[in-house]
């Protein structure tokens, strides 16, 4: 175009018109017939002025731009206006757009409506940017007037669901009274084979806890609340990872009571020496190891410390062996001394004949003699501490009556016993703290060991 006009100014100058021409936009076409002069080829400076002027605007073409950019925002104020419209919570929102640009106004009740406010407008075809000016409604009546009506619409969708409320609770009770019942089945065939309550335990619950999970699955599927299953089962295994690290020591006590219950190296009454404590149990829990000591206290022991630790189990054999020494004088005879202490051993009541009792000297001094006697007794007919004093008592004074003296600073001299006093003293098992097991034994009720005592393990 800027070349056709420089044409025609050449053309005008050449045929004498002039710059009357120039003033007039739209002469165009006539011109370029006019062959140009040789003062035309060298250049006007009125031409070149006009070819490097810049072109003005249209007001027509600006008009019907106008026009049509007012169509335009009208169009989009519709469109944003019936999204929100859509919303019940964006009832109060304002819609104002300029060139493409959304202005929001207004009042919402929540942050969160603000941001859907935005977030759908800019969703529509042909918005350049979004402004959002929206306030949150801070008027109490206005608010309360919300809150009530979220409640009543919650009440109203909970009045509606009722029937499935319904159905699902008896689902859920359905499958737990399911899995009771099922849970037996398997013990049978465990019992046939070892007869560990805390297996029986352990596998009820699993067979149970499975049974119930499935009927709650199914109860929350029925009221379409099947997501908040998958956010539960999400977040348990974070949160059994937070509590592992934050209860190790509970963790690590009820993991030892698995293996102890599973290994079971004790029973209930068993006489058991751990670490520095001696007693009779009364029940492995899965925490503790529950002692009763001999002096009538309980002692709770953690079931790590038991796993750790040396156990002494007096009870898994039920002969156990005692000794005793007496020292005789030098001048004695040992050989007469051993006959006499044996013979006399083997006739107190509760020394076994297999293994028959025997004899050591554990060692010669100036001071005298050390000789050593040892018999066996079986704890299940006869106490190990009464059977020892007894033998001591009965070995004491078979000395005295031969005249085995002791060193010069100790002499046996046999007693002038009574007509009724008996041979030998009472030598039965120690029943002392055999009530007070019994009553903590029965108010345990967690015994992993006593398929009796295991709420768990009853069938």
């Not at 065939?189 to 119930?212: I, T």
């Not at 404590?277 to 038991?306: C, F, W």
């Amino acid at each position: 175009m800027r070349f056709a006009a420089a044409l025609c100014a050449l053309a005008l100058v050449a045929s004498g018109v002039g710059g009357a021409a120039l003033a007039a936009p739209g002469l165009v076409a006539p011109a370029l017939a006019v062959p140009a002069s040789q003062d035309g080829a060298t250049g006007n400076p009125h031409a070149a002025a006009a070819e490097e002027s810049p072109a003005s605007p249209d007001a027509h073409a600006v008009q019907a731009e106008v026009r049509a950019g007012e169509r335009e925002d009208a169009r989009l104020a519709s469109a944003v206006a019936a999204r929100l419209l859509r919303q019940p919570a964006l009832q109060r929102v304002t819609v104002a757009v300029s060139g493409g640009v959304v202005t929001l106004g207004g009042e919402v009740l929540a942050d969160a409506d603000r941001k859907l406010a935005a977030e759908l407008a800019g969703k529509v075809s042909g918005v350049v940017q979004v402004v959002s000016q929206v306030r949150i409604d801070a008027d109490l009546h206005t608010r309360l007037d919300a809150a009530l009506d979220q409640a009543r619409g919650k009440l109203v969708r909970a009045v509606a669901a009722l029937p499935l409320l319904v159905v699902a609770i008896g689902l859920v009770w359905f499958a737990a009274w399911f899995g009771r019942r099922m849970s037996r089945w398997p013990l049978r065939w465990l019992r046939g084979r070892a007869d560990n309550p805390y297996m029986d335990g352990l596998v009820r619950r699993v067979v149970q806890s499975a049974v119930v999970i499935v009927g709650l699955v199914l109860a929350l599927n029925l009221l379409g609340a099947t997501a908040l299953v998958g956010a539960v089962l999400g977040s348990a295994g974070v949160i059994g990872l937070v509590v592992g690290f934050a209860f190790r020591d509970i963790a690590e006590n009820y993991m030892a009571g698995v293996l102890l219950s599973l290994r079971r190296p004790f029973a209930p009454d068993d006489h058991l020496v751990i670490d520095k404590y001696e007693g009779k149990v009364i029940a492995l829990t899965s925490r503790a190891t529950l002692l009763m000591t001999l002096d009538g206290n309980q002692v709770s022991l953690p079931n790590s410390l038991v796993f750790k630790s040396v156990v002494t189990n007096y009870t898994a054999n039920p002969k156990r062996r005692f000794d005793f020494s007496l020292p005789v004088d030098p001048s004695e005879s040992i050989g007469r001394a051993r006959d006499l202490g044996l013979e006399s051993l083997a006739k107190v009541e509760g020394v076994l004949g297999d293994p028959a009792p025997s004899f050591a000297v554990d060692g010669y001094a100036t001071k005298g003699i050390d000789v050593r006697f040892f018999g066996w007794v079986d704890q299940r007919r006869n106490d190990v501490g009464k059977v020892r004093t007894e033998a001591l008592r009965a070995v004491r004074g078979a000395f005295a009556r031969a005249g085995v003296h002791g060193p010069e600073t100790v002499r046996y001299r046999a007693p002038d016993a009574p007509a009724h006093e008996a041979p030998t003293g009472d030598t039965s098992v120690n029943r002392d703290i055999d009530a007070q097991l019994a009553d903590a034994q029965r108010a345990s009720d967690q015994d992993m060991l006593n398929p009796q005592g295991s709420g768990d393990a009853k069938p």
